[in-house]
């Protein structure tokens, strides 16, 4: 069993950073690959970026490469990511979820544990 719990979120003008955490909790976190989803108000819920178990392979979005950076830190247990450049369309909740890696994809997938999400708001 894994719990997760994210932090950091918050609102922030445009052009302008957040850090995320994920703090996780059980003894298998460093098993499992993580990922970051977000999930604006009428969509779907959409993968962001993602980290294989080690920290050596990540795998971003379109949407948000060279703008966001994922990284972990399995002597914590926290996975992070770090966003710079932020725009309103940014705005969603994010959520971390311990998975699997989709190498053809490049996306996490067969989440086995979600988080229960950090709101993030960036003003225009």
């Known amino acids: 069993q894994v719990q997760l719990v994210e932090s950091g979120g918050g609102l922030v003008q445009a052009g302008g950073s957040l850090r995320l955490s994920c703090a996780a909790s059980?003894?298998?976190?460093?098993?499992?690959?993580m990922g970051w989803f977000r999930q604006a108000p009428g969509k779907e819920r959409e993968f962001v970026a993602g980290?294989?178990?080690?920290?050596?392979?990540?795998y971003y979005a379109d949407s948000v490469k060279g703008r966001f950076t994922i990284s972990r830190d399995n002597a914590k247990n926290t996975v992070y990511l770090q966003m710079n450049s932020l725009k309103p369309d940014d705005t969603a909740v994010y959520y971390c979820?311990?998975?699997?890696?989709?190498?053809?994809?490049?996306?996490?997938?067969?989440?086995?544990?979600w988080g229960q999400g950090t709101q993030v708001t960036v003003s225009s």
């Open positions: 979820a311990a998975g699997s890696v989709d190498i053809i994809r490049g996306v996490i997938t067969g989440i086995d544990y």
């Open positions: 059980g003894r298998t976190f460093s098993s499992y690959a």
């Open positions: 980290i294989n178990w080690s920290g050596g392979y990540t």
